[in-house]
């Protein structure tokens, strides 16, 4: 058999003398196999638990349906012995319109609020002192019999309003003089 040795190529150019780099393999390794395995155990695990979760939740809410229709039960005998001791007619007549006023006056408490040129001025009196204190307060023209006053209400005390003008004097004001107040607004 014929052996080859491994020879530089013949060129007649000058080649330099290089050494060669030398080259290093892997050494070690990873296989994903094992991490794929991990994984699926630890998914497993994690589909057992969700399970006994969900298992432990419905048992709880059957419970809590019992209690529920339990309860609303007893509050039917409780309703039915009780409309039995009012025993007329009239009675319940009277619980009920009670019941009824109670219900009418939760609604009032969501009024709607007039628009401030719908108020009469001890509404709008009234409004400008208990002003939001978040937004900064509105300037108005207090008309009153041969004035008008520009500026921010103060306080209101017995027949009186204190203003404070724009230029920050303090103007007081009778009430049974003032016409009327209108918003400025900031100009």
Same mark, same amino acid.
């Given at each position: 058999?014929?052996?080859?040795?491994?020879?530089?190529?013949?060129?007649?150019?000058?080649?330099?003398?290089?050494?060669?780099?030398?080259?290093?393999?892997?050494?070690?390794?990873?296989?994903?196999?094992?991490? %794929?395995? &991990? !994984?699926? /155990? $630890?998914?497993?695990?994690? +589909?057992?638990?969700?399970? *006994?979760?969900?298992?432990?939740?419905?048992?709880?809410?059957?419970?809590?349906?019992?209690? %529920?229709? &339990? !309860?609303? /039960? $007893?509050?039917?005998?409780? +309703?039915?012995?009780?409309? *039995?001791?009012?025993?007329?007619?009239?009675?319940?007549?009277?619980?009920?319109?009670?019941?009824?006023?109670?219900?009418?006056?939760?609604?009032?408490?969501?009024?709607?609020?007039?628009?401030?040129?719908?108020?009469?001025?001890?509404?709008?009196?009234?409004?400008?002192?208990?002003?939001?204190?978040?937004?900064?307060?509105?300037?108005?023209?207090?008309?009153?019999?041969?004035?008008?006053?520009?500026?921010?209400?103060?306080?209101?005390?017995?027949?009186?309003?204190?203003?404070?003008?724009?230029?920050?004097?303090?103007?007081?004001?009778?009430?049974?003089?003032?016409?009327?107040?209108?918003?400025?607004?900031?100009?």
């Amino acid at each position: 058999m014929n052996v080859k040795n491994k020879r530089q190529p013949l060129l007649y150019i000058h080649q330099p003398d290089l050494s060669f780099p030398q080259t290093s393999m892997q050494t070690t390794f990873s296989s994903k196999q094992a991490v %794929v395995e &991990e !994984e699926e /155990k $630890a998914a497993a695990q994690l +589909n057992i638990d969700e399970m *006994a979760e969900k298992a432990e939740a419905s048992a709880i809410e059957e419970i809590a349906k019992d209690e %529920v229709i &339990e !309860e609303k /039960k $007893a509050e039917e005998i409780q +309703n039915k012995a009780d409309l *039995a001791s009012y025993g007329t007619e009239a009675k319940v007549q009277e619980v009920i319109s009670e019941f009824e006023k109670v219900q009418n006056n939760e609604r009032k408490g969501l009024q709607r609020i007039k628009k401030f040129k719908e108020m009469n001025k001890l509404e709008r009196i009234d409004y400008l002192l208990h002003f939001p204190k978040q937004l900064p307060p509105v300037p108005c023209v207090f008309i009153s019999e041969g004035e008008e006053v520009r500026g921010f209400i103060v306080s209101s005390e017995n027949d009186e309003i204190k203003v404070r003008t724009l230029d920050g004097n303090i103007q007081t004001i009778n009430l049974q003089l003032l016409k009327t107040i209108k918003m400025i607004g900031f100009r």
